[in-house]
């Protein structure tokens, strides 16, 4: 069995939890929490919930250590820090810091003799990895990513920081035309309003400026104002009866062409269409604890990328059955 | 550079070529033929074509021979003769024998110092990979493959069996419907009629009852009798200027649940669309070339497949530029 903590308990340490029941070989120890342990209440029966002020204690108990905190912030700090203590794996998906983070969680990790593996997911994570692939296949080519239709959660906190807005989500959406120029070959060059569109559900409060509000929202910078926005107002009931899942998903395309002289063109495309953000994203981590334990138990450490990791590290069976079922 | 050869000059040969000429760290020593060198004549200027007899005196020249044979009599026998004496790739895709296969390669390859990656292309290759990190991701779900558009070559050579046909080509092609299904999260249990239909353009000889042609197309056990098949007479020159190209592709799909109660639901796809089945197929063996290659410096032997390869090894770029650029 492989023994498996989580430090922090939302939505993804939730996920996490769930990903833990779903595979045979792994189970949870203890979840650490910043909060009072007493007011967190876990799903798995048996399971404790520690501080994690106490996390050092746990040293010998856990094979590898999920880090579930956001990655602005907590990430940064945490992810080298526990690597010292314990074989870690974390969500960090700031693109533009991935190098320095890297670096930071290598260092930690070489010096303890641990394996990390940073920036698991789907985005950064199996998108990157399509990516990789169809990069390395196709040479002469060209790279798409869309995103959606999904909610983002950095886009509807910022509608929620509008003078006026109670409450609301923010729906990212591929625009299909987009899609199909891609897919049918023609090497579209897209804008950024091209590419998706953005759509928002708000609540008003009470005696708020609809006309107001949607224009604040469409005309903010970096969130709204390069896209082409809808905002819809509804009532919180709506919002909490249609809009309370946390779906999400999106499009890696690569074209390219092959041949002596670039006659014969090709689509890779690789598609997710999730129910569940986080709990899709916690399905991947844990195949990937998988992995870490794994690597781990060989003597390897240091820091490791999704790019890093041999396929078959990451599956509970074994060589043969693999390349009798699977190949 | 990679020094890469290529025993056996058809289709898939040439697409090597063809791949080797987009790598720019990737040359071609030699190719090597069954038939007289003389009058093998191939694209890259400077190239030797050598008879496949001589192919030992090549051991210190090539890091990575590519073999292009077929699989049901070829690489059963050359691909463990040949990893005696070099690093080689195939794209063996009889799936039931691959367990067989892997062994004896896996033993020549080891006795000798040698990696081997047989099972190389898209399927097997980069659909195996597909359905490996799916299942890993969601442990709750089923599994779908759909091949198509394409030519299955197979299927056109039993219609050229057949009394009374000149000439023909066979697509397979994926039953839309059974797509959105799958799509759609149904689960369906799909029959085989159900999932692809077959389209056959045929010449005629001189003559020949087209109805018994088709009949005798429609029944034919194994090929066709399972399926929904249309037969379209063509002429010899129709065949010629609308049927030329190889083109294929498909779908891997693996839909699944995640939640404490599975209440959340995931689609994964994994679609192909190829203009010339054999150069994406030698596409994705040269990229392994180069894995191979890598691997065989840092002192491994025996036999992979594309599950034991970590993504990284594939790409002509460093780690640092892999994480700063694609993850």
Redesign the interface.
């Known amino acids: 069995m492989i023994r498996i903590g989580i430090i922090g308990y939302g939505n993804l340490g939730r996920?996490v939890?769930?990903?833990i029941?779903?595979?045979a070989d792994t189970e949870l120890a203890a979840v650490f929490t910043r909060r009072d342990p007493q007011t967190v209440k876990v799903?798995t029966p048996g399971v404790p919930v520690v501080s994690v002020a106490d996390v050092a204690d746990w040293k010998d108990k856990i094979d590898v250590m999920i880090i579930c905190g956001g990655s602005a912030t907590d990430l940064p700090k945490q992810t080298p820090e526990y690597a010292k203590l314990f074989n870690v794996v974390d969500s960090f998906d700031t693109?533009a810091r991935?190098?320095e983070h890297?670096a930071n969680v290598d260092a930690a990790a070489k010096a303890a003799g641990k394996v990390a593996l940073i920036?698991c997911g789907w985005d950064?994570g199996?998108f990157?990895?399509?990516?990789?692939?169809a990069?390395?296949?196709?040479?002469?080519g060209k790279d798409y990513t869309f995103w959606g239709k999904g909610v983002s959660q950095g886009h509807s906190d910022a509608i929620r920081r509008v003078p006026g807005v109670k409450n609301g989500k923010q729906y990212t959406v591929p625009v299909e035309a987009a899609l199909e120029a891609v897919?049918a070959g023609k090497d579209p060059e897209l804008t950024t309003r091209e590419k998706h569109t953005r759509e928002c559900f708000v609540v008003l409060e009470e005696g708020a400026d609809a006309a107001a509000v949607e224009q604040a929202i469409k005309t903010m910078p970096n969130y709204f104002a390069d896209y082409d926005t809808t905002v819809h107002f509804i009532s919180e009931e709506e919002l909490a009866r249609d809009h309370a899942g946390i779906p999400h998903g999106g499009f890696v395309i690569r074209t390219g062409k092959?041949?002596?002289n670039g006659e014969?063109?090709?689509?890779?495309?690789?598609?997710?269409?999730?129910?569940?953000n986080p709990?899709?994203t916690?399905?991947?981590i844990v195949?990937y604890a998988?992995a870490i334990a794994r690597l781990s138990s060989e003597g390897v450490s240091g820091c490791k990328?999704?790019?890093?990791?041999?396929?078959?590290y990451?599956?509970?069976l074994s060589?043969?059955e693999?390349?009798?079922h699977?190949?």
């Open positions: 996920g939890e769930c990903a029941k779903q595979n799903m693109h991935i190098p890297f920036s950064p199996m990157s990895l399509n990516r990789l692939y990069n390395c296949i196709l040479p002469d897919r092959t041949g002596w014969n063109r090709h689509v890779i495309e690789y598609s997710l269409k999730l129910d569940s709990e899709f916690s399905s991947v195949a998988r990328t999704v790019f890093d990791i041999a396929p078959a990451l599956s509970p060589g043969d693999i390349r009798a699977l190949l």
